[in-house]
């Protein structure tokens, strides 16, 4: 099994910055795609960006393209998120996510190793 751990989370005003982290521990070589998702009270659950441990694709939604960045350690095994120009529609549970399939896909169901989750709120 995949254990995952984010870190990163907290308070920023809108126009800030933070760097979220997740390290993966366990069988992680079976996972070949890793992925950052949040959800807001009372929203689905989104995917903000996610990549191939090979680096060679990557992911961005919409909302968050010129603004995130998604990368990968492979030394340590992890994967971090880092949020610039953040805005107040940003707050969320950010999720850490792995899959073991190759290729990038977007739906939350298809993501069978989770973390627990870190907490970014953005004021305005």
């Known amino acids: 099994q995949v254990q995952l751990t984010e870190s990163g989370g907290g308070l920023v005003q809108a126009g800030g910055s933070l760097r979220l982290s997740c390290a993966a521990s366990?069988?992680?070589?079976?996972?070949?795609?890793m992925g950052w998702f949040r959800q807001a009270p009372g929203k689905e659950r989104e995917i903000v960006a996610a990549l191939t441990w090979s680096g060679s694709n990557t992911y961005y939604a919409d909302s968050v393209k010129g603004r995130f960045t998604i990368s990968r350690d492979g030394a340590s095994s992890t994967v971090y998120l880092q949020m610039n120009s953040l805005k107040p529609e940003d707050t969320a549970v950010y999720h850490c996510a792995a899959r073991s399939g190759v290729a990038i896909v977007i739906a939350p169901t298809a993501y069978d190793a989770w973390g627990q989750g870190t907490q970014v709120t953005v004021s305005s």
């Open positions: 366990g069988r992680t070589f079976r996972k070949n795609v």
